[in-house]
């Protein structure tokens, strides 16, 4: 008969959706909920990029297209194709049209910080 708990070789890793790692579970109100967890996020995501907070649009986008990659890296699990995440396979072309126009073209996109 075998164990069928416990951690094997096969089980990924659950990651949280906070970027400042663990969590505690507390009481809100629940009317308060919504703005309570709003806040949090928007503190939690330190640039504030999605809440048209002040700073440099641009760099902002830049900063956070570089941590999705590094989240992407850290996340990987190697397969028989790739031991390692390579941005230069076509499903990334995209992020890297985007990361490039960021860079070189901002005001076509509308973006401050030029």
């Known amino acids: 008969m075998s164990e ?3 951690k094997r070789s096969t089980t990924w890793e659950i990651s949280s959706s906070w970027n400042h790692g663990k969590t505690k579970t507390v009481r809100i109100l629940i ?3 919504a703005q309570i967890m709003a806040y ?3 503190l939690d995501a330190e640039h504030g990029l999605l809440h ?6 641009k760099e902002n986008i830049l900063n956070a297209i570089a941590k999705y990659i590094g989240y992407k890296n850290q996340h990987y699990h190697a397969n028989q194709y790739s031991k390692t995440l390579d941005i230069s396979t076509r499903p ?4 890297r049209r985007f990361r490039g126009m960021v860079q070189n073209e901002p005001a076509k996109l509308g973006l401050k910080g030029d």
């Open 31 to 33: 009317a308060l909920e």
């Open 40 to 42: 949090a996020r928007r």
């Open 52 to 57: 048209g907070n002040s700073g440099d649009e």
């Open 4 to 6: 069928h708990g416990g």
């Open 92 to 95: 990334w072309d995209e992020l």
